[in-house]
């Protein structure tokens, strides 16, 4: 395990509805990340946190709104979202951004399907 | 535009035979070059990690190069085994953000 865990794994939701999802990092880092991971497509940065502060917001659509409470805890709540938003939805953590040889800690992901 | 392309898109070797996989970046400010394994289901887990001065780093059996000249990196497998059946995901850290930006992986299979 590297330290970071989502849950749920698995969900499935209707597009009415509204669902959270949960990243907690026990490594101490004072970054979070969140990433889409879509079928034959690269990783897409979604939103990134350092200090608990919103840094990025790499023009996601509103039906997404992240939430940082402190630095071990991220969320991503989720509402009126779209079949096209189907996907693996990883957390990452780090100290600092990710530049030199500092480490980005990716969790397991939670693979969300929208009927 | 900073974008990652990596090849093949997908391979399939035997058990205990060696294979490459190949990236291409074109990142600029650049800053280093990752390597990931990413097990179906599971979130990548980083390799190597390589800063532009760097030429050649080994984890066990990965072997990830760097030519910062060309822009081209590889990741050199040796003696393969099943459980290296996974995505492989080429990652260059910069641009005016200096985000992590990635390829789209290389899907390994290894058959016995």
């Known amino acids: 395990e590297t330290g970071v865990t989502q849950t749920p794994r698995h969900l499935v939701m209707g597009m009415t509805n509204k669902k959270s999802l949960k990243c907690e990092q026990h490594?101490?880092?004072?970054?979070m990340y969140w990433y889409k991971q879509s079928a034959k497509k690269p990783l897409e940065l979604m939103f990134v946190y350092s200090l608990e502060e919103r840094v990025e917001n790499n023009s996601v659509p509103s039906r997404f709104s992240p939430e940082c409470p402190n630095s071990s805890h991220l969320f991503l709540h989720l509402h009126t979202l779209q079949p096209e938003d189907s996907a693996l939805y990883l957390c990452a953590s780090s100290q600092d951004r990710p530049q030199g040889e500092i480490e980005a800690f990716f969790g397991q992901g939670t693979r969300l399907t929208v009927v | 535009k900073n974008q990652v392309e990596q090849s093949p898109q997908s391979l399939i070797i035997l058990e205990g035979k060696n294979c490459t996989l190949q990236c291409n970046y074109t990142v600029s400010p650049f800053s280093n070059l990752r390597w990931y394994k990413q097990d179906t289901g599971r979130g990548p887990v980083s390799l190597t990690i390589?800063?532009?001065?760097?030429n050649t780093k080994s984890n066990g059996r990965y072997t990830a190069t760097l030519d910062a000249d060309t822009k081209q990196s590889s990741l050199h497998i040796t003696a393969s085994q099943l459980s290296d059946s996974a995505s492989y995901i080429c990652?260059?850290?910069?641009?005016?953000?200096?985000?992590?930006?990635f390829g789209k992986g290389t899907k390994l299979s290894v058959k016995p």
């Open positions: 490594l101490g880092h004072n970054a």
């Open positions: 390589m800063t532009f001065s760097e």
């Open positions: 990652v260059a850290h910069g641009g005016s953000q200096g985000n992590l930006i």
